[in-house]
């Protein structure tokens, strides 16, 4: 007899069996309607996250030395380094040995895993080297040095290898050259040194062909960076990071550029010191896409790998006006449709450590945070010092005019057009309910007045002070009970309430989404006053996203099919990598909660930036009744499972992992893995089969899976016998 396993509908139904023994993790399902596949829900797997930008390269804050390698056997006075673009290969040169020493590297971008390979001698063109750079092929080596004060190219037939390198030109600039760095693919060339205390740009009209090179401009550093023997910029040019080497004090300054690659646009920001372990600086390099700076030290003839700070974590992101804005640490910033970040503010900062809520005015950006409320202008951030303004949790617009929370259940209304002009009397207090108002919130012109046990609705009446009145029958009896969970689409806003379930308001109507498993997990959980909310699109279709941060957990709830599913990361379903999404430049972008970096979530990715997603899936129970054989013992003697296949990479045979549970849940069997083989583009149903899975009378199936390839669950079946 062949049957329908349940792998594709609703399983979180049963208050008998625990959460753990029901998990949809990184598939969501989509509405069907395909008769073929007996199924009106496909499993989809749930978007990849394809980097798109941050804000900082190398952190400075945390930094610290990982690794080191001793560079003495061949070359004493070490003065310049460069890596492959993989990390798997390292050059030095220096002022002793007047050759370019290539080392191979065992583990990419690991210093401490370098052995020597050879040597290339260019003491014909420099014998007094000071700086080492390739193109991006490896195709062209570059050479600079304070003897000649010339930059000196040469082609390597076979890329990266010196031993192939033969001379071709070299550009003189009559002045010494401590560093130089290549940028914006070619088209820019840096040099910078001791004597001018300058950095120079020049134009290079032909990408990497040094002849073509014109002077463009120079910036002064002398203030901040007196000795300057080191240069290098982050990829997407709007950071530079210059070695100093001042009597001792030994150090890499960071310069941010409001336009790319125009120094003319740089101002100093911060400094690393590393004078605790490098007594002589004479190079900084970036590698690993700015996760490791790279350090030459003359005192011990040593390279030194410095690891890049933690990262400052995302606080929040939010569109206005077309422009996407995040808080990353202390720092706002405005991000252009190429993910380029830009510092906001003259020196404002965003402080506290909390998420921030936010709403725009006009060309304002309003953010509360910590009982404080800052305002971003389009040049300053100042933070709201009116003494009328009580201490506000969050903040929501209305017809021009920006709503605070205040103390004792009250609320205030700023000036028309200025959030920082907060008059005495424009306060009111929602009058339901003798509970605490945790926040405001603004739906389709309707002011919601989250208390901790009742929400209530307001419309702008334009009389009174505040000009809010409260609408007749506008009582909704459930609480807000985390600040951070509320999220909307528009129409119909999502949050949890204080009888810890997760409903759904539209106008005064409320609806449960919880279902009873989740509720009660979520009853379970030590502390849920700090779960996030967030909202987003994908292919049409709407999600509503809470995360736990204390428990370490994400649900998911898609609006469709009105199902949830787990989102996460890592190896252990722990909560998905982002609090905060948001829609901008046709792209639903995310921000990454650790280090700032935001993603694109892309249908066509199935990785976590490169890491690994695992997914997972279990089926609601099979047993005898569904069949009309209640209690009786079923023989599995062929499970299948149906696929979408044949999309994504081909190159890969992904493996799909078939475990079973027969208690309920609470333990399963050893995973059986089954090989899915790839058709070519076009070949989309395929069939997985295992055979002989013994008997139950009550069985649970688990699906696993983690290459990252697409692949789409449309159903399962089963071949049994029904026993005694």
Partial sequence: MLVDINITGETYQSRSLPLSAQVTRNFYPEVQDNQATRSSFVLMPFPGYLFWGKSEYFVFSGASNTETFDV????????????????????????????????????????????????????????????????????????????????????????????????????????????????????????????????????????????????????????????????????????????DNDNGSEGIDRYDLSTAWDISTATYRDTLDVSGTVGYITEARLGNDGAVLFIANNDDDTIYAYSSGSGLNNRGIFEHQGVL??????????????????????????????????????????IVTE?????????????????????????????????????????????????????????????????????????????????????????????????????????????????????????VMYFLADDLRIYAVSGSSKQILSTIPLANAVEGYSTVTDAIGTYFTLEGQGFYQITFPTEDKSWCFHEQSKQWFEVSSGNDGGRAIFNHAVQAYNKTIVADKANGNLYELDVETFNENGATIHRQRDTAPFHGGLIGRPGKWIEFNRVELHLETGVGDLTQTPNIILSWSDDGGRTFSTESWGTLNIGSAGDYQRKVEWFGLGGAYDRIFRIKASEAVRFSIYSMSAEIEVGI
């Fill in 72 to 243: 003495s056997a061949k070359e004493t006075f070490p003065t310049g380094v460069a890596f492959k673009s993989d990390g798997t290969k390292m050059y030095v040169v220096g002022t002793s040995s007047d050759n370019v020493n290539e080392y191979d590297l065992s583990t990419a971008w690991d210093i401490s895993t370098a052995s020597f390979n050879q040597a290339m001698d260019i003491s014909g063109k420099e014998i007094n080297s000071t700086s080492i750079q390739f193109n991006t092929d490896g195709d062209k080596l570059y050479i600079a040095g304070n003897t000649s004060d010339s930059v000196h190219e040469y082609d390597l037939s076979t890329a990266w290898d010196v031993s192939s390198a033969s001379f071709n030109q070299s550009l003189s600039l009559s002045r010494n050259i401590e560093a130089f760095f290549f940028g914006k693919s070619g088209e820019k060339l840096y040099t910078t040194d001791t004597v001018s205390q300058k950095i120079w740009e020049l134009d290079l009209s032909t990408a990497y062909d040094i002849s073509t090179a014109s002077a463009n401009q120079s910036l002064d550093i002398s203030s901040n960076t007196p000795t300057s023997v080191g240069l290098d910029f982050s990829s997407n040019g709007k950071r530079v990071y210059v070695a």
């Fill in 325 to 366: 804005y995040s808080v990353n640490g202390i720092n706002l910033y405005s991000v252009n449709s190429s993910g380029d970040h830009t510092l906001l503010g003259s020196g404002g900062e965003i402080l506290g450590t909390d998420d921030c809520i936010f709403a725009g005015i006009g060309d304002n950006v309003v």
């Fill in 371 to 491: 009982g404080k409320a800052f305002v971003y202008d389009g040049s300053t951030i100042d933070e709201v010092d009116d003494a009328d303004l009580e201490t506000p949790n969050g903040v929501a617009h209305l017809n021009n005019q920006i709503i605070y929370d205040g103390d004792g259940g009250r609320f205030a209304s700023s000036d028309v057009g200025d959030a920082t002009s907060i008059d005495g009397l424009n306060y009111a207090t929602a009058e339901s309910n003798a509970d605490d108002l945790v926040r405001p919130y603004v739906l389709n012109q309707t002011l919601y007045l989250m208390g901790d046990r009742t929400i209530e609705q307001w419309w702008n009446s334009g009389s009174g002070s505040p000009p809010f009145d409260r609408i007749e029958g506008g009582i909704i009896p459930v609480g807000l009970k985390a600040l951070l969970s509320v999220a909307d689409n528009g129409d």
